[in-house]
């Protein structure tokens, strides 16, 4: 919550840290993107009040979201510049490296895994699971689609499956995997990697090789996504 007056000569920003400190530091950096963007209207009388979904917003439209995207997009942009992201790419996407990410700049494995993503040139797309069950999606520039909405189970038939049900923490090797349970199309290569964490929380990175003839896709939303 940002506390503050129309014309920005004072403010206070306050943060719940009870889901951790990493989050805290995104929301205060949110709040501050809002107190510095002069033509961001306050949503109340005295200030900013942005709820947990607002933090995910990544979407552009409406004056509200749009607001959301660009305060979420001055936080990234202020926490995890891509001069600090570059030595922690390996050759390859490996979730491992936005692991690392994280632990380097006291962020959120999410908020690590988006920028991940707006920084690779590769087609690349991450599903985060709960008990198996797809909570949201994110797909980068290219990325055809993902062929599964919320509440529908990752495919059995996958590596990423077979490891959550495993329930042992740690990371798969990326490796090739069927791309039509993901995707809904068999003319393309796909390879799949899945950090499983603990409590049923898991992570999928999906990375695609697509025909010669498909077109560019840009950053698009599947689902309720976020940097938190």
């Known amino acids: 919550m940002l506390l503050t007056n129309a014309h920005r000569s004072t403010g206070a920003i306050l943060a719940n840290n009870a889901k951790g400190t990493r989050r805290a530091r995104f929301t ?8 510095l963007m002069e033509r961001h209207q306050l949503s109340g009388e005295s200030g900013f009040t942005c ?11 409406k004056q509200h979201v749009k607001q959301k995207t660009q305060a979420n997009q001055f936080a990234i942009e202020l926490l995890a510049p891509a001069y600090l992201m570059t030595p922690f790419c390996s050759d390859d996407p490996d ?22 993503l707006s920084l690779r040139d590769e087609t690349l797309a991450v599903v985060w ?10 797909r980068s520039k290219n990325f055809p689609f993902v062929a599964l909405k919320k509440g529908d189970r990752v495919p059995q038939t996958s590596a990423a499956f077979r490891a959550i049900t495993k329930a042992q923490p740690g990371f798969t090797q990326l490796a ?27 992570v999928t990175l999906l990375w695609a090789e697509l025909p010669a003839d498909d077109e560019d896709g840009g950053l ?9």
């Open 220 to 228: 698009k939303e599947l689902g309720i996504s976020g940097f938190r």
């Open 176 to 202: 090739e995997a069927d791309p039509h349970p993901w995707t809904g199309r068999s003319d393309l290569e796909l390879c799949e990697q899945t950090r499983v964490a603990s409590r049923g929380h898991a």
């Open 95 to 116: 979730l491992r490296d936005a692991q690392r990410l994280r632990d380097f700049l006291d962020l959120s494995l999410k908020a690590c895994v988006r920028r991940m």
């Open 28 to 35: 205060v950096a949110h709040e501050l993107g809002h107190f």
């Open 129 to 138: 699971p709960f008990e198996s069950r797809v909570r949201y999606s994110v």
């Open 51 to 61: 709820s947990a979904q607002d933090m995910h917003e990544a979407r552009k439209g």
